[in-house]
């Protein structure tokens, strides 16, 4: 059976105006014959302070 990878993208979205969304976490799933097999998540570095609960949750 194939593999697939599931991405996720997270964005800290505490600004009105869309544009000044930044992506502060990315995730990732690899998934074969319908098995997890691996994931991987990490923050990216945002240009502004990011907002407590985010500093403080994991991947």
């Keep these: ?3 697939c990878v599931i991405f996720d993208l997270e964005a800290n979205a505490d600004q009105a105006l869309p544009l000044k969304h930044e992506i502060i976490d990315i995730g990732a ?3 074969r014959g319908g098995d997890e097999v691996n ?5 990216v570095r945002p240009t502004r302070r990011l907002v407590f609960f985010y500093q403080n949750r994991q991947s």
Excluded: H, S
Excluded at 39 to 43: D, L, P, Q
């Design 1 to 3: 059976m194939p593999a």
């Design 29 to 31: 799933v690899l998934v």
């Design 39 to 43: 994931r991987f998540g990490t923050f």
